[in-house]
Structures are given as C-alpha cells and as structure tokens.
C-alpha cells in the first residue's frame, strides 16, 4: 500500500500541504496565540484553497504582527490599506479588518474565560473527537459542534467563523482528529 492510499486525501496535491497535514493537522493546540492564528487562517481561507492560505502564511505572520494579541487590538479598518499594499496576504478588505475586531473579541474571551483555549475548547469537553472515517467523502464540512462554536464567536464579535471555517478550525487546531483509518498520522 502507498502513502497515498493511506495518507488523507487533501494532503497529497502539494508538498506544503503533505507537511501541513503529517505536522500539524489534527494535532491538539491549546495556546491562544496559535490559536488566534488558526482562526484568521481558516476565515481567510473562505473560498479559496488551503494551498493558497498555506502558501501566504509567513506573509499572514508577519503582517499581523506575530498574532499578538494586544498589538492587533489596537489597530483598525485604516490599516486594512497598508496591509493590502505591503503584505503577501488575501487581498479581501473585510478579511482583513477582521483580524481586528477578532483581536478584541478574543481579549475579551481571554478575560471572560482565563484563555482563548478555555472558551474554544469547552466545546469539546477539553479533549479532541476521535473520528473513524474511512474515506474523505464521509467527513463532515460542519457539525452540530461547529455550529454552536460559530453562533457562540458571532455573538462575542468574531467575523468570519461560519459553521464551516469552525469545523476546519477544529479539524486544523485538533479538537476532531478527521485522519482517515488507515492515515499514518493517525494517532
């Protein structure tokens, strides 16, 4: 059997992409910083490719200052401009400024909940979902989970956190394990 009979599908069309998935995919992640940039990721991704998203993301990095929190909160629309202009990032203005306004609802949730991990995690008790999926076409885009996790960040301000990009963030951060049986990451 070839790696690519046993390796999830979507990871083999691009080397980035086979190292995304053997590296980080699924992999459990609990530290706010990491996951502020899952969740700009996954809504910049919105329509596009992963490939894309992963291609741009040292540019994302550096446009949005590392992810530091308290810096991004600072900042608003009118920076969107020279995002645009300097940086290898999406070019969607509303993308962009969203990164913003996630800042300051994700402070608002570290403040609410001890740590952007706490407020994203409750939704699965902690722990990831282990699926048991045995070919591509049965993973799910979102899920009753993803749903409350996307109502419950578009009623503290978040933007760009639909039930799907929820779903993609859970799969990316490793709160559902999504490797198909057989994938040797698996774990």
Same mark, same amino acid.
């Given at each position: 059997?070839?790696?690519? $009979?046993?390796?999830?599908? &979507?990871?083999?069309?691009h080397?980035?992409? %086979?190292?995304y998935? $053997? #590296?980080? &995919? ?13 969740i ?7 329509g596009?490719? &992963? +490939? ?13 200052e590392?992810?530091?929190?308290q ?7 009118? %920076?969107v401009p ?9 070019k ?5 400024? =969203? ?5 300051r609802?994700? +402070? ?5 909940y001890g740590?952007?991990s706490?407020?994203? &995690?409750?939704?699965? $008790?902690?722990?990831? +979902?282990v699926?048991?999926?045995? =070919?591509m076409?049965?993973v ?5 989970? =993803? ?5 419950f ?11 799907? +990009?929820c779903?993609?963030?859970? #799969?990316?951060v490793g ?7 057989g994938?040797p990451? %698996?774990?």
């Open positions: 059997m070839s790696d690519h $009979d046993t390796t999830c599908a &979507w990871a083999m069309n080397p980035l992409e %086979r190292e998935h $053997d #590296q980080e &995919w699924g992999v459990p992640v609990y530290d706010d910083t990491v996951l502020f940039e899952f700009t990721l996954e809504g910049a991704q919105a596009l490719s &992963w +490939i894309t998203i992963l291609k741009k993301r040292e540019g994302y990095r550096v446009a949005f590392g992810y530091d929190l810096v991004l909160a600072q900042y608003d629309e009118a %920076r020279y995002i645009i202009e300097h940086f290898d990032v999406v969607h203005k509303g993308k962009i400024a =969203s990164v913003y306004s996630n800042a609802a994700a +402070i608002a949730l570290q403040q609410e740590s952007l706490n407020a994203l &995690w409750q939704f699965v $008790d902690g722990r990831p +979902i699926n048991h999926w045995h =070919s076409g049965e799910p885009a979102a899920t009753e989970i =993803s749903k409350a996790m996307s109502q960040l578009k009623k503290r301000g978040f933007k760009f956190v639909g039930e799907t +990009i779903y993609a963030f859970m #799969q990316a709160m559902v394990n999504d490797h198909l049986e994938c990451q %698996r774990t």
